[in-house]
């Protein structure tokens, strides 16, 4: 089942900070966030694993609470750069990954 | 390192045509995904490989879809005959293992553009 995340849109001024979270309705193993620009390929931003190991993007924070099932990504002083579509992928234990429907994140100067 | 390829980036053909997608994954990569991405929302997988064994592809409509990766690299995505629905981006990623699919990254190509008129 597909994780909801919220919210669907945000607009920033540079050097703001934003919270995207993603709720999932299944035990997850990881949760994966990505972050896509228009026309463009998804690039991976950051895991989180089950057990509290991370990897990615040094620049970017996330966390994951497993018993509610729930991750949020931190943008934390925006730069233009941040902006884009952000989704996040959960995955449990049938190897697959669901992705959310995105935030639209707006960094303007 | 390159990445994942994919071809043609764009297509446009009318409704009842045939049309084919390609991906090349990085190398050494043993896991192979298709993802569908409609307007606005998140890719939805319709067939993931581990090498050439199609080992999920409850997603994939068969009734016109199919996809092959042969020698466990390439991999091709067809619809034949595609309709107006499937007008959407096509992703291919790919991942070291199947069980790292979830606990390493996803890394995709940049998709082709399917419009069909």
């Known amino acids: 089942q597909q994780p909801v995340q919220s919210p669907q849109a945000v607009i920033l001024r540079e050097g703001e900070d934003a919270v995207i979270n993603c709720s999932s309705s299944?035990?997850?193993?990881?949760v994966h966030w990505y972050r896509q620009k228009h026309g463009e390929a998804p690039v991976f931003l950051m895991i989180l694993l089950k057990g509290g190991e991370q990897k990615g993007h040094e620049k970017i924070s996330a966390s994951f609470n497993e018993k509610k099932q729930q991750s949020s990504l931190y943008l934390t002083a925006s730069q233009l750069s941040y902006s884009g579509t952000y989704f996040c992928?959960?995955?449990?234990?049938?190897?697959?990954?669901?992705f959310g429907a995105g935030t639209t994140v707006t960094v303007r100067a | 390192e390159a990445g994942v390829v994919q071809s043609p980036r764009y297509k446009i053909i009318e409704k009842k045509q045939p049309v084919a997608f390609w991906c090349n994954p990085i190398?050494?990569?043993?896991?192979l995904y298709w993802y569908l991405q409609n307007l606005g929302q998140g890719p939805e997988l319709l067939i993931r490989?581990?090498?050439?064994?199609?080992?999920?592809d409850s997603q994939l409509p068969k009734d016109r879809f199919s996809a092959e990766r042969l020698k466990g690299v390439d991999s091709t995505l067809k619809i034949q005959p595609a309709e107006l629905g499937d007008s959407a981006v096509y992703l291919c990623a790919s991942s070291l293992d199947l069980a790292s699919g979830i606990g390493n990254e996803q890394f995709f190509g940049p998709g082709t553009r399917l419009t069909v008129l």
């Open positions: 299944k035990a997850l193993y990881s």
């Open positions: 490989y581990e090498n050439e064994e199609a080992v999920d």
């Open positions: 992928g959960t995955g449990s234990n049938d190897y697959k990954l669901s």
């Open positions: 190398s050494g990569h043993n896991t």
